[in-house]
């Protein structure tokens, strides 16, 4: 069974990395839930379902590592030069804005040129390492996956997974408008 399918509600490989750390997180509590609450559950499969939970839990804590570079760099970094570009381009479009139009195209020049090397250099080396993360995490899962179906139902092991909207790319979460896959008006 590869990663995508079988068991449970599969996010989307195309879904960022912090789309899918929430994903992770849903299945890893479900899971711990199960050892706190399911009763009906025998010392070993409990005993089973710690082990996987403890192994998501460090598939979900290095995925969370590569997450958070990624986001600052997009959200700090990124926009910095993002926003040089765009005065740049302003600049060029508006003549009257008081910068001569042959100093205004070297600016924006100049930003173009650093928004590339700032791709090149510092958001693609980030976005490779979160990309593994993913992929890391992805291939724990379809082992737990495998794991647990020697052991469970396939209901039980599909009831681990949180139901996603919009083409499987986000956990559904209605009942938080502040969350970014939440289906009603905004």
Not at 44 to 67: I, M, N
Not at 104 to 117: G, P, Y
Request: charge should be negative; glycine fraction near 8%; aromatic fraction near 6%.
């Amino acid at each position: 069974m590869s990663a995508g399918e079988g068991f449970g509600r599969r996010l989307s490989r195309s879904a960022s990395g912090l789309r899918h750390l929430r994903w992770a997180r849903e299945v890893l509590a479900t899971l711990e839930a199960h050892v706190e609450h399911n009763t009906a559950l025998s010392g070993a499969d409990r005993e089973a379902l710690r082990g996987e939970a403890s192994a998501l839990a460090a598939a979900v804590q290095a995925l969370s590592g590569a997450v958070k570079p990624y986001r600052d760099f997009l959200e700090r970094t990124r926009v910095r030069y993002r926003g040089r570009v765009r005065v740049a381009e302003y600049l060029v479009r508006e003549p009257d804005a008081g910068e001569a139009s042959g100093a205004a195209r070297a600016h924006l020049e100049e930003a173009l040129v650093e928004l590339a090397w700032m791709e090149q250099a510092q958001r693609q080396p980030l976005k490779a390492a979160l990309s593994a993360e993913i992929d890391r995490l992805r291939e724990a899962m379809a082992r737990m996956d495998a794991h647990l179906a020697g052991r469970f139902s396939g209901k039980f092991v599909e009831s681990l997974y949180p139901p996603l909207t919009d083409g499987a790319t986000r956990v559904a979460d209605d009942g938080d408008p502040d969350d970014d896959a939440t289906s009603g008006p905004r």
